[in-house]
């Protein structure tokens, strides 16, 4: 679900930080809860002389470019909020060694979206809930769909 | 308008591969129909050690990402057909090779677009119909941008 | 903020073009006005046999793909002039040099995305005309919020 593509010059990350980064990107997924492996990072070395800021040759700059399909943040406080906890996750990657950096995600459609062949079950289903437990896509019944917690058919009555 | 990235491991996709997947993909949108050169598919390797999964190094991993912009696809059945359609269309040269892989659309602005320094004519408009015949971007009148087919000046009245 | 990615063939462009397209591109954005910096434009080379379009292997095409975040263009008058603006900018680089191309624009969420750190101010603040006077971007107050022009606190009043 999330699609992290991190544009970085060469040589900005070792092997050790590419495999630190991506896991604590995946953790705060982790925490919505989400299925662990819907978050995929991919690292994409952006080489000297081929990465401009204002219009100025910045040879020191690190994009993170991300697509959100699983969920759409709801609200303006959860959005701040979900920025703000991404910025403390890359900022021992980008501000603590010296690069400059910039992050935009998008927010992708739901339906438009497959997995191992499979379309991701409904937010909070039984389904989600099983993938999240085995971590990998898998079939799921018309069954599997329906909300794994308590729910109402009444619209209307609430508690 | 799709403009298909794919991200695959080093040496996934033989050339010939290549060729028959972009021509594959490009057979789906064609029967649309919208004008074969619409379809770009660009193929970028992911070096090995540069992709994670669920916080995970993974190597044989494929991802494509895919940018609609000629048509917004309308409604749950369609949207839910058209993903099944593509699942097919790429099976051959990821499920049956081994690899893991998942795929996810977005649908851009049509009106923010251009081909060739020419703005796309409208859906199903007389031009976009001379520019699947011509397979090629070329100037258009207003009077081109009519639809093609047999169409009501009189709304509310049907048959 | 707007991060134009640029596909290109190897050797498609020099040095010295890369930055004068990167420049032309800046100049665009500064004009509307915002910060330059937010302008960020990087060159990705697509070596030869990986790009198809419509199905035919392609080596001489040239895509752009722009992510607008800071604004979001108000009304068809102003999204076509800016197409045939961009389409004016690009022309010496691509057209006139033989290659084929095409361009699209996506808009993003303006509350998801964040430069050093910070997320930036509303458009038109006193905030954002202080980044644009500074080029960098820095902490502001809640004060800095507000519009920096002259603005009407009663509404359906005007003049």
């Known amino acids: 679900m999330p699609l992290w593509k991190v544009y970085h010059p060469t040589n900005a990350f070792t092997d050790?930080?590419?495999?630190?980064?991506?896991?604590?990107?995946?953790?705060?997924?982790?925490?919505v809860p989400i299925p662990k492996f819907y978050a995929v990072v991919i690292f994409e070395e952006v080489?000297?002389?081929?990465c401009f800021v204002g219009g100025v040759r910045h040879d020191k700059f690190i994009r993170f470019k991300v697509d959100q399909i699983a969920r759409t943040l709801p609200g303006p406080v959860i959005r701040e909020w979900w920025m703000r906890t991404l910025d403390e996750v890359i900022a021992p990657f980008v501000k603590e060694r010296g690069f400059d950096w910039e992050i935009s995600i998008d927010e992708t459609p739901f339906d438009l979206w497959s997995l191992q062949?499979?379309?991701?079950?409904?937010?909070?289903?039984i389904a989600e809930k099983r993938w999240v437990a085995e971590n990998?896509?898998?079939?799921y019944t018309y069954q599997e769909k329906l909300p794994a917690g308590h729910f109402l058919l009444t619209p209307g009555v609430t508690g």
């Not at 050790?16 to 925490?31: C, F, M």
């Open 117 to 125: 062949g499979e379309l991701p079950p409904p937010f909070e289903s």
């Open 16 to 31: 050790v930080d590419k495999q630190e980064l991506a896991e604590k990107i995946t953790n705060v997924y982790e925490g």
């Open 136 to 139: 990998k896509a898998s079939p």
């Open 47 to 50: 080489t000297s002389g081929n």
